[in-house]
């Protein structure tokens, strides 16, 4: 059965940080980039950042870019993203994107 299960979300002051997990399973994982969408309320589900198989290649939405880190564990099957000086605007629900979706973790950023 293929699955990604994110962790890692929650509520957290402006400035702080977060680092998100992704776990895979069912499926060849160092075959398939990865990659961290978001979606907020009331909006489109956006890109966020993304990782080549041999993580020889990331990729950052301009918002987020100089802030978060993607990154991944071929022999674990993970992928992670460390979010750093959040903002109120980072507040959305994460979502780790393979050959399928996660089920997505709260990211909630307010004082």
């Known amino acids: 059965q293929v699955q990604l299960v994110e962790s890692g979300g929650g509520l957290v002051q402006p400035g702080g940080s977060l680092r998100l997990s992704c776990a895979a399973s069912?499926?060849?994982?160092?075959?398939?980039?990865m990659s961290w969408y978001r979606q907020a309320s009331g909006k489109e589900r956006e890109l966020v950042a993304s990782?080549?198989?041999?993580?020889?290649?990331?990729n950052y939405a301009d918002s987020v870019r100089g802030r978060f880190t993607i990154s991944r564990d071929n022999a674990k099957k993970m992928v992670y993203l460390q979010m750093n000086s959040l903002k109120p605007e980072d507040t959305a629900v994460y979502y780790c994107?393979?050959?399928?979706w996660g089920q997505g973790t709260q990211v909630t950023v307010s004082s």
């Open positions: 069912g499926f060849t994982f160092s075959a398939y980039t």
């Open positions: 994107k393979g050959p399928i």
């Open positions: 990782i080549t198989v041999t993580s020889g290649r990331t």
